[in-house]
């Protein structure tokens, strides 16, 4: 915050300042201090926010919002782990799979849950169960691995 201050980033420290206001409203919601993953959980629900927001700004043909709200966006996920390539999401969604030893569509809910915890802040969690769902067979998770091993 200071660094924006100092640099006269108006709009890095308006995101900043947001940012920061939204952990200490969850920590008076909660009544005690978050945590690195409390913290990030609240960025990761603004990111999602403003996905949305922007998804409705782009629709309603609002140009100077979309603009704005897209360049929030880049400074909130510069505070979120880097997210996961796709041949690594690929592989990451084989291990989860294995390792819970689940092969069939109905345990998709299992192995969501899986890859919620282990990839938390890295991955969309919104754009995944797609790409789970097609890959809870057998076949697709013995080519992923035994083309990169655990």
């Not at 913290?39 to 949305?52: A, D, L």
């Not at 510069?78 to 999401?89: C, D, K, V």
Request: charged share 30%; net charge positive; hydrophobic share 40%.
């Amino acid at each position: 915050m200071q660094a924006a201050m100092q640099s006269g980033d108006k709009a890095r420290l308006s995101v900043i300042r947001m940012a920061l206001a939204g952990v200490k409203q969850r920590e008076v919601d909660t009544r005690r201090p978050l945590d690195d993953a409390g913290v990030q959980t609240v960025i990761e629900r603004m990111i999602k926010q403003g996905r949305t927001l922007s998804r409705n700004f782009a629709k309603a043909a609002a140009p100077i919002s979309w603009a704005k709200e897209e360049a929030e966006l880049k400074v909130l996920q510069t505070y979120l782990p880097q997210p996961l390539s796709e041949a690594e999401l690929d592989t990451f969604i084989a291990e989860c799979i294995e390792r819970r030893r689940r092969h069939e569509r109905q345990d998709l809910g299992k192995v969501m849950g899986v890859i919620k915890t282990r990839a938390a802040g890295r991955v969309d969690m919104s754009t995944i169960s797609a790409r789970v769902r097609t890959m809870l067979t057998p076949d697709v998770i013995e080519s992923l691995l035994s083309v990169r091993p655990l």
